[in-house]
């Protein structure tokens, strides 16, 4: 490997499964805010970006469903594995 500057590496799914944890708090908030997050929520998001999840579970559940400000919560908890 000549002259090469950078290695990136895609740990997460790679080398790490985050998915049983992502949706484990998920449902710990989801529960905490009164709210029940079915797994068939949770797989349709696995791999999506922000927005596209905040449509999936604003379809799922409700315009009315507090996704940004469980999704932060749901970040914060997650940070702290």
């Not at 998920?26 to 905040?54: C, F, H, N, T």
């Given at each position: 490997?000549?002259?090469?500057?950078?290695?990136?590496?895609?740990?997460?799914?790679?080398?790490?499964?985050?998915?049983?944890?992502?949706?484990?708090?998920?449902?710990?908030?989801?529960?905490?805010?009164?709210y029940?997050?079915?797994?068939?929520?949770?797989?349709?998001?696995i791999?999506?970006?922000?927005?596209?999840?905040?449509?999936?579970?604003?379809?799922?559940?409700?315009?009315?469903?507090?996704?940004?400000?469980?999704?932060?919560?749901?970040?914060?908890?997650?940070?702290q594995?």
């Amino acid at each position: 490997m000549k002259d090469v500057k950078l290695f990136i590496f895609d740990m997460d799914g790679t080398l790490f499964d985050t998915e049983p944890i992502s949706a484990h708090i998920w449902k710990e908030v989801g529960r905490e805010a009164g709210y029940v997050v079915p797994d068939r929520v949770l797989q349709s998001i696995i791999g999506m970006s922000y927005p596209g999840g905040r449509r999936v579970f604003k379809a799922a559940m409700g315009d009315d469903f507090p996704f940004d400000t469980l999704c932060a919560e749901k970040i914060r908890r997650q940070n702290q594995w």
